[in-house]
């Protein structure tokens, strides 16, 4: 690969270059103030607002579709509804990060840098055009996370998190590296929009192509945690600070999906014989559906519920990409998509929000039965997470409803009948578990954690959250088709 770049490759990547200065400052006040130690609110606040520049240049180069680097970054529709998301991801984490008890007493100033720094990972790997330019952004949003796991001095199942997600998070990068040499060697080229020319033929004729393919999608499997690669899951999300779990759970969902519709963009699904294939990530969805709802069924405690549940939301996310990757109507898999990871950033950071609001210390976990009376104590804290719970569950009229309704939709008219027949089980089975911390809430009396009141700043944005998932759901039908029409030149 040889990338060349000009003064306008360097504007188009602008987003990125201004989080990582922002993540500098936090760093450079502590190193060089003498001995002053900014406060989390200072950190905060130089977060933000490299933020805010961020998303101003992502929202200036909104609907322009240009490579940069020798065609290694594209940006386009998908990319640019992706920067924008993980911006505000980053913002919303950082804010529960400061309120929370175990991220804000110690080392906030590394942690503000690690976050900023994986943002900047994700939006390579959203923007990325090029197999070798995706495995670096992936690893600069790894490495970043795997520290971020890490960070707490004293905890031992986070230093257990950092190092089961390290060592099975780079287990699967050899195997996307891996992927990405046979395809190179087959194919003699990792640029994607080259690969859409070629591919769909090798992959029909080529094993040593369709087994580079496989390795690809598995080392991005992985990421989103798809069954059967998802045991790292459950652990790790209770391992680390419940801010920096949120922000995984929402920002790698959002890049990584984003990865995998400008893969199968690429039309290798649409090539011949490629029924095993699609076959194959069929029963992949089906199964990533079902194992996470029924294995959240059994969990007490809500991190790790809601783990299970960030599972079975890949699998749901994974049935778009299916449809995005068939025929001329794979626009409306890959808008559905988009539009998905959009409603479940606001749900899933929302929820952990509230779980941040909640611990009393450093090393506190929340289960069902802390939630007793919690709709008597604090009412609207408690009508909010009624509202994740119930999008979350793909109720009307939720963000959660509408995702799933575009999802399934765009599978049907693509003809995947029976994986969205499966779809809409799971999604009735997930009923069972969101139900339980609203019926702890409003129908069991005292016992419950008493809520800490002096954390205005994350109540108010946990209650924005709230009013967003209701106001965007019942509201949908024109951000959707704002989505469509960004995304459908590109299928």
Not at 56 to 66: A, C, D, E, K, P
Not at 76 to 84: K, P, T, Y
Not at 245 to 259: E, L, P, Q, R, S
Request: hydrophobic share 55%.
């Amino acid at each position: 690969m040889s990338v060349n770049f000009q003064l306008v490759d360097l504007l188009l990547v602008s987003p990125a270059i201004a989080l990582f200065i922002a993540s500098l400052i936090p760093l450079s006040v502590k190193a060089f103030g003498r001995g002053r130690t900014p406060k989390s609110m200072s950190s905060v606040l130089y977060g933000v607002i490299g933020l805010t520049v961020a998303g101003g240049l992502t929202i200036s180069n909104y609907g322009i579709n240009q490579t940069a680097f020798s065609k290694a970054l594209v940006f386009d529709g998908i990319g640019s509804w992706s920067a924008i998301l993980v911006v505000i991801a980053t913002a919303i984490s950082l804010i529960f990060a400061k309120d929370n008890l175990a991220t804000s007493t110690r080392q906030f100033e590394e942690l503000v840098f690690l976050i900023l720094n994986a943002a900047m990972g994700m939006l390579l790997v959203a923007w990325s055009n090029d197999l070798i330019m995706l495995f670096i952004g992936i690893e600069v949003m790894s490495l970043c996370l795997y520290l971020a796991i890490a960070l707490s001095l004293e905890e031992r199942l986070s230093k257990e998190a950092a190092f089961k997600y390290f060592v099975l998070g780079s287990f699967a990068s050899a195997i996307f590296l891996y992927g990405c040499v046979f395809i190179y060697g087959t194919s003699g080229g990792t640029y994607l929009l080259d690969l859409s020319e070629i591919g769909a033929d090798l992959i029909g004729t080529n094993r040593l192509f369709l087994f580079g393919t496989v390795m690809v999608l598995v080392g991005l499997a992985f990421k989103v945690a798809i069954v059967p690669f998802h045991f790292w899951t459950p652990d790790v999300y209770q391992g680390s600070a419940t801010p920096v779990t949120g922000f995984m759970a929402a920002g790698v969902k959002i890049a990584v999906f984003a990865a995998l519709l400008r893969f199968v963009g690429t039309q290798i699904l649409n090539g011949e014989r490629t029924e095993d294939l699609i076959v194959g990530i069929q029963w992949l969805a089906v199964l990533t559906m079902i194992v996470g709802n029924i294995t959240a069924i059994l969990q007490k405690n809500l991190k790790r519920m809601l783990a299970y549940s960030s599972i079975a939301h890949s699998g749901y996310i994974l049935v778009g990409v299916l449809a995005a990757g068939i025929g001329e109507l794979g626009y409306l898999g890959a808008s559905s998509v988009m539009f998905y990871v959009f409603g479940y950033m606001i749900m899933t950071l929302g929820s952990f929000g509230i779980l941040s609001l909640l611990e009393k210390n450093e090393n506190s976990e929340v289960v069902a039965d802390d939630l007793k009376g919690l709709g008597a104590r604090s009412p609207i804290l408690a009508a909010c997470l009624t509202v994740f719970m119930l999008s979350l569950a793909g109720l009307p009229p939720s963000l959660g409803f509408f995702g799933k309704f575009y999802i399934f939709s765009a599978a049907i008219k693509q003809g995947f009948f029976w994986v969205s027949f499966w779809g809409v089980v799971s999604s009735a089975i997930s009923v069972y578990y969101y139900l339980r911390p609203v019926v702890c809430m409003y129908m069991s009396e005292g016992g419950g954690i008493e809520v800490d009141h002096s954390r205005i700043l994350s109540r108010w944005l946990v209650g924005a959250c709230a009013l967003a998932t209701l106001v965007l759901g019942i509201f949908s039908n024109p951000f959707y088709e704002e989505i469509r029409k960004a995304v459908a030149g590109l299928f």
